[in-house]
Every structure is written in C-alpha cells, then in structure tokens.
C-alpha cells in the first residue's frame, strides 16, 4: 500500500511496510513513538516538491476543491507504472474520487486512514529528510496566507457582504434619526411647543425650525417652499398665541446645528437605500420583486449570505428574526410564531389579520424557491419573481373576497352533495308457515291490513261523522249507529287504496292486528271461524281495546 501526504513543499508519497499494522489502528500511536519504530512502519519512496509559491497554491486550492493537480498527477503516473496493483490511502475523499476517474488507482480514505496520517504527522521531520524545519515552517506561513487571500478575493459568498454592511448601516441610520428628532422636539419645544402638533413630519419640522429660529419671525417669513398653504397658516396663527418660554440666541443656534445634522444624515441615508436598490436588484432580482429590498436585505443579513438562505427551507424563511419568540413558544408549549422579518413585506401588510398568517407562508415559499434562483441560477432574471407577485396576489384577492377553498392545481371547486339513503324494510309474516287450511284467507286479511289508512285518518273520519249527526241524548241505539258508521266508512276506503304485498315500514304488530280484526267482523265469515281467528291472533292490547269500549258503551247507556 502506499500513502499520500500533503505537505506545504509538496507531495509526500509513503510505502507501507507491513499492511497488518494498518489492520490494528488502535494501538497504532505506539509504533510511532520514536523515529526508529516509525521507519520500520513507512518509508519515503518518492517526494515531489513544488517550485515556487504559486504552484503550492495552486496545488492547495484544487485539493480544497478536491481536484487533481498538475503536480500530482506528474507524481502519481510514476507510482502507475511501476505498482500497477497497489492500493493509494489518501486523507480526503474526494481527492481520492478525482485520482480513481484520472488515473484508474484504487484509492482508500476511511477513519483507519486519517489515524495513520495523524501518526505520520508526528514523525514527519524525521520520515522527510532533506527538508529542515525553519524551511518548512516558512513555507506553511507563506501558503497559508497566500490561500487565505485567495478565499477572500475569489469566494462567491462574499460579493454580498456589500449588502449586509449597508443594510446594517441603514438600521443604525434610522437609530439616530429618532434619536436626534426626539432631542430637536424637546428642545425646541420649550420654545414654540405647538409646532410639534402641527407637523407631524420629521423632516419639515426640521427645515422649518432652521429657517424661522425664533417664533417671532415666523410671520415675515415665507414657508410656502417647505409647508402647503393650510399648515404654513397654522403655523403663523399658533406663533402668534403660543404659550412657550422665550430662548437666548446660543440656545436657538445649537438647536440650529443639531438641525443641520438631521438633514445631512436624511441626505445619506436617501442615497444609501438608493444604493442598497440597486446592489439587491443586481444580486437578489426575483427576492427583491417579492418582498422589497429593505426586508430582503434584512434576510441576507439574518442569514450571514444569499447562499446560506437560499439554504433555509422555506418555514424557516417565514419564522426568520422570530427566534426568541419561538423558543419561548417552544418552552411553553404555546402557538408558535407565524412571521418574522417577512411581516413587513408590502403583500403581508395588505392582508387582513384573519389572513397574514395564510398568505405569509405562501409568501415565505415563494421567496424560498426566488432565493436559490438567484444564489445559484447562471442567466438571473426578475421574470419568475413578477410572475410568483402576480400569483400570491390572485391569492390574497382570493383570501379577502372569501374564496380560499380553491387551490393551484383545481380546476373547479367540488360540489358537496347530501347523500339519501333509501331503505326498504321488509317484514316476515308469521301466517305463511301456518299449515291451518285458514292460511289462505288470514294472508289476504293481512294485505288488506297492510293496504288500511292510519289510524290518524280513522279518528278524523270519526270525528266528522259525530259533527255530521249531533245527538243531545245518547242511547243505545245512537251508540250502536255510531258503531255501524264507523264500520261503514272503514268498508268504503278500503276498495279505494291500491293493493301491495310489500308492509310498509312504520307499520307495528299491533295496529295491523287491530285492523285484521275489523275487516273481519265486516267479512261474511262464520260466526265459528272469526271467534276462532280472534282467539288465535289477537293480542293483549286489542282485547284491551275492545274491552274498554265496551266499557263506554255500557256507561253511555247507564
């Protein structure tokens, strides 16, 4: 086996002596404690040292990359004549990827690797010869710096620092703004107090207090250029009765020079969000078309870069800034937060509060997918940032008019029909495993049965016909007529309603028995074989029935 080792002078390439030491990588630190154990292990069998300090960076920057270098491969194609057969162990993985597809070496990079290479490093004055070790040293300074200036220069992560910087500039910037205008409006308000409720902009304040100076000479002075005409008349008419205390000519100048600041820092802040536009729509088009550039801005620099937040998946873009609240959320066992930075987007603004929360997440996805066009697209466009605009804001239109069911991919909203079941009930009739010879006349007693009106509708009938025949004095024979009526009106409705095998459903044992026992004493049956049937089929409750009839009779004849 051999070992590749890099070193700041070049390339190092070991023989392995005994291959069963690299088997037992547990006690290998041992073989490794005096120069003598360490030659008996690896030996030196070719070193290729570079010419000057550019090609060791260059040699450096391509094993970063994981690539293969001139140099090595100059190296490694003397190793391919002579061992064709032989294993390389080398310490990075993807050097070892680039030498296997180049040269067709098997190459091996595993844990036991790396601690043989730490043992190496250990003995390595020794197993080097002919490199001292202020050379040596002077060399890994030298590399190193060179590499670090090369990382700076060319990284593709630091070409947005510009941005970071200045939107951090531009935070601090408006600090002071406050501050300074909250200093000038207690200032100044102990001398002209009602100008502060008049204008409520910071800026014209300002000017007009860098003009005027004292409130006496506000009314011979022309503020058309800062005020409209309605608030230039307040203003003169408040200096005329105002209640503040008078001031020295030091103090209104001081306020005068505090005042000029304020313009100047608003002057360069203008100019730096000027700046800020121009570098994010250079560097972010599509992020900056869907959230603005100051938000934007403040994402990359949440982030650190563009490359490390188009990383971020896109529930974390929606929460980014919002940390401390969703720890607290966590720890609590509360709602977590549904925005952060992404709230002061103008789209999440517009929305109704009922709606932020839905249309900052569809925000954060869209910008998640704008993000990693624009850190890793070649020819960036704003093109799919309009178009991602235009779609998030059919959506909120959507939200706020109350149609959220409809979602990309439907075509048309799905109907929601009620479901009716129909069932059908069908009873077994006990008579037809009767063997009587009276079978065939007790089934046709219980489709007529079956085929009966309500008993609802009886009553009714009933009550009709006592409307129809009033009597004052009740017999017997007027109680026996009412029975006759009754009788014939159940005799007249039963031909009307169709016949039908099939039971209806509502219909209990009770009232169908009931019923069997009236169109029977109709029938012109024997007096034997209708006392028969009624002994056999009638229940309890209709012989309870008629009993309490008969009751009623005897008392209305009493």
């Not at 178009?387 to 109907?415: I, P, Q, V």
Request: hydrophobic share 35%; with cysteine; proline share 3%.
């Amino acid at each position: 086996m051999f070992i590749l080792y890099e070193t700041p002078a070049g390339y190092a390439i070991f023989k392995l002596l005994d291959d069963n030491k690299f088997k037992e990588i547990d006690n290998l630190y041992l073989e490794f404690q005096t120069p003598e154990k360490a030659s008996k292990i690896v030996k030196l069998k070719h070193f290729e040292k570079f010419t000057d300090t550019t090609e060791a960076l260059s040699a450096a920057t391509a094993a970063v990359e994981g690539k293969l270098s001139k140099s090595l491969k100059k190296a490694l194609k003397k190793l391919v004549v002579d061992d064709v057969q032989n294993q390389l162990l080398v310490a990075d993985a993807k050097l070892g990827n680039a030498i296997k597809e180049k040269l067709s070496l098997q190459c091996v990079a595993n844990t036991s690797v790396q601690e043989l290479m730490r043992c190496i490093r250990s003995q390595s004055e020794s197993l080097l010869s002919g490199l001292p070790k202020k050379e040596m040293t002077a060399m890994s300074l030298g590399l190193a710096h060179s590499l670090s200036r090369y990382k700076l220069k060319f990284s593709p992560d630091k070409i947005d620092t510009m941005i970071v910087q200045a939107q951090c500039l531009l935070d601090d910037l408006d600090k002071e703004l406050n501050n300074y205008m909250m200093r000038v409006r207690e200032w100044y308000g102990w001398h002209f107090p009602e100008l502060g409720k008049i204008l409520t902009d910071n800026i014209a304040y300002v000017k007009v207090i860098k003009l005027v100076g004292m409130r006496d000479n506000i009314a011979d002075t022309d503020l058309s250029d800062i005020l409209m005409e309605e608030l230039e008349q307040k203003v003169k008419e408040a200096a005329e009765i105002s209640m503040g205390t008078e001031i020295s000519e030091e103090d209104i100048t001081n306020i005068q020079s505090l005042c000029d600041e304020i313009i100047s820092i608003n002057e360069y802040r203008t100019h730096l969000g000027d700046y800020l536009k121009a570098r994010m729509m250079a560097m972010a088009p599509n992020l900056t078309v869907l959230v603005g550039e100051t938000v934007g801005a403040r994402l990359i620099a949440h982030s650190g870069s563009l490359v490390n937040l188009a990383k971020h998946p896109a529930s974390t873009l929606q929460i980014l800034g919002s940390e401390k609240a969703l720890f607290r959320a966590l720890k609590t066992k509360k709602d977590t937060p549904k925005y952060g930075l992404i709230y002061h987007a103008s789209m999440v603004g517009a929305a109704s509060l009922k709606n932020k929360g839905r249309i900052s997440r569809s925000l954060a996805a869209k910008a998640s997918l704008a993000t990693r066009v624009d850190a890793f697209g070649d020819d960036v466009t704003m093109q799919l940032g309009i178009d991602h605009r235009a779609k998030l804001e059919t959506r909120l239109r959507m939200l706020e008019e109350g149609n959220s069911t409809k979602l990309s991919g439907m075509k048309a909203k799905a109907k929601l029909q009620k479901f009716h079941a129909v069932s059908e009930v069908k009873t077994f009739k006990v008579a037809t495993d009767s063997t009587l010879p009276s079978t065939s006349k007790k089934l046709k007693a219980d489709d007529e049965a079956a085929n009966a009106p309500s008993p609802k509708k009886k009553k009714v009938q009933d009550v009709d016909m006592e409307e129809e025949n009033p009597e004052p004095a009740m017999g017997e024979g007027s109680a026996k007529k009412k029975k006759k009526n009754k009788k014939d009106t159940v005799v007249e409705e039963e031909p009307t309603v169709p016949q039908e095998e099939s039971v209806e459903p509502e219909m209990g044992e009770g009232s169908a028995k009931k019923k069997k026992k009236k169109s029977k004493s109709e029938s012109a049956q024997p007096a034997d074989e209708s006392m028969m049937d009624e002994s056999v089929e009638m229940p309890g409750s209709a012989k309870k029935s008629k009993k309490s009839k008969g009751k009623k009779a005897t008392e209305e004849d009493e």
